[in-house]
């Protein structure tokens, strides 16, 4: 396997990174009352020391009451968060790494499974997570302006922090997805409409009022899947024809790089051609795309919450879809995830060494 082209520079804006492998944003619920610790720190430090060229935070929610269901995961706003992730940053950047935070809000809900709830109602475009389930409230006009604005503040701090770029949770119907997608946006209003373009609307606002918070020269990342949890066979641009009406307003609102989210990076996105989901909006935008997938491993990520351990995968297909230029950058979780060293094995082709992934590892943050 000759695997040189994933080990190239790559530049654009405020990225200069060394090789093109991306740490994929993977939930990590280890953030006391929101804080980021010392571990957690540490945690990706060691991605950093690992050799991963760009690594994306797990989702850090902005300064909305609910905006997360979860007490566990990081906040992107407050004088105590914001001090423990200028400690991540700090520690990334003392290794040579680079890193953007992944800015969220989860939208409507399930109830976490630990009974814990924030003080007000989950907020979302219509009240729905999915096809006839309701668990929270319709926003106001208000409402969504204050949440454009938060989202506008978090990506401000994450350049004041020091990050690289930064990445909107866009994907997997969480708050942004919940507008694009007609199940879960029902509105009659500006904010809603018949078409995908017309519920991109939310999308286009976050994007326009964070590239006005950060400038020009700062790397925005924007997450985005086809599929929901609902469905996983479910596709939000059925013909490239709408992906193309889709992602375009997406890229002149300000978006520089699409973080295409597949459940297996080697499915082919529309018939008549085998580019999956980042060759597509490549080809349409014109813009750097990251794809992700089940790289390096059997099985797929969401299986891997189920319980279900997968082991080490060739990239052979990767990197053949890498040279024909289908996309810029690979995101890679759960081997990360699981093995702080995976990138530095890759690089030097000691595959013998690579582990495996177990739930276990969800249990922890592993440091070695």
């Known amino acids: 396997m000759n695997n040189d082209s994933l080990f190239r520079p790559f530049q654009l804006k405020s990225l200069n990174i060394k090789n093109r492998i991306v740490m994929?944003?993977?939930?990590?619920?280890?953030?006391?009352?929101?804080?980021?610790?010392?571990?957690?720190?540490?945690?990706?430090?060691?991605?950093?020391?690992?050799e991963v060229g760009l690594i994306l935070s797990e989702g850090t929610v902005i300064d909305r009451i609910s905006s997360s269901n979860d007490a566990n995961i990081p906040?992107?706003?407050?004088?105590?968060?914001?001090?423990?992730?200028?400690?991540?940053?700090?520690?990334?950047?003392?290794?040579?790494?680079?890193?953007?935070?992944?800015?969220?809000?989860?939208?409507?809900?399930?109830?976490?499974?630990?009974?814990?709830?924030?003080?007000?109602?989950?907020?979302?475009?219509?009240?729905?997570?999915?096809?006839?389930?309701?668990?929270?409230?319709?926003?106001?006009?208000?409402d969504i302006a204050d949440t454009i604005v938060a989202f506008g503040k978090a990506a401000a701090d994450a350049k004041r922090l020091g990050f690289d770029c930064l990445e909107l949770h866009g994907a997997h119907d969480y708050l942004i997805d919940q507008f694009f997608w007609s199940e879960t946006n029902k509105r009659t209003d500006i904010w809603g409409g018949k078409t995908l373009p017309e519920r991109s609307k939310f999308a286009i606002e976050v994007i326009k009022e964070v590239r006005k918070q950060v400038g020009e020269d700062f790397a925005i990342i924007i997450r985005l899947s086809q599929w929901k949890p609902a469905d996983y066979t479910y596709k939000l641009a059925k013909t490239p024809q709408e992906m193309e009406a889709w992602l375009n307003p997406l890229?002149?609102?300000?978006?520089?790089?699409?973080?295409?989210?597949?459940?297996?990076?080697?499915?082919?996105?529309?018939?008549?051609?085998?580019?999956?989901?980042?060759?597509?909006?490549?080809?349409?935008?014109?813009?750097?795309?990251i794809t992700v997938g089940s790289v390096g491993l059997t099985g797929e990520f969401l299986a891997a919450f189920?319980?279900?351990?997968?082991?080490?995968?060739?990239?052979?297909?990767?990197?053949?879809?890498?040279?024909?230029?289908?996309?810029?950058?690979?995101?890679v979780g759960r081997p990360l995830l699981s093995d702080p060293n995976w990138v530095r094995k890759i690089r030097e082709k000691d595959?013998?060494?690579?582990?495996?992934?177990?739930?276990e590892a969800l249990a922890e943050l592993v440091l070695e």
């Open 351 to 359: 595959t013998k060494d690579l582990k495996g992934f177990t739930k």
């Open 24 to 50: 994929a944003p993977m939930t990590r619920s280890f953030s006391p009352d929101g804080v980021p610790t010392a571990k957690v720190a540490a945690y990706y430090r060691k991605r950093a020391e690992g």
């Open 306 to 331: 189920a319980g279900e351990s997968s082991q080490p995968s060739s990239l052979d297909e990767l990197i053949r879809r890498m040279d024909r230029g289908d996309f810029d950058l690979v995101a």
């Open 251 to 289: 890229a002149d609102a300000g978006v520089d790089i699409f973080h295409c989210s597949q459940r297996r990076f080697w499915e082919p996105e529309f018939d008549g051609s085998d580019l999956n989901f980042a060759g597509w909006a490549k080809k349409l935008t014109g813009k750097a795309t």
């Open 75 to 142: 906040h992107f706003h407050g004088e105590q968060a914001l001090a423990g992730w200028k400690n991540v940053i700090d520690g990334v950047h003392q290794v040579g790494g680079e890193m953007g935070p992944q800015i969220w809000h989860m939208g409507i809900m399930d109830n976490h499974h630990s009974g814990w709830l924030p003080s007000e109602p989950f907020e979302g475009p219509s009240g729905l997570n999915r096809p006839g389930f309701s668990n929270g409230r319709t926003m106001t006009e208000s």
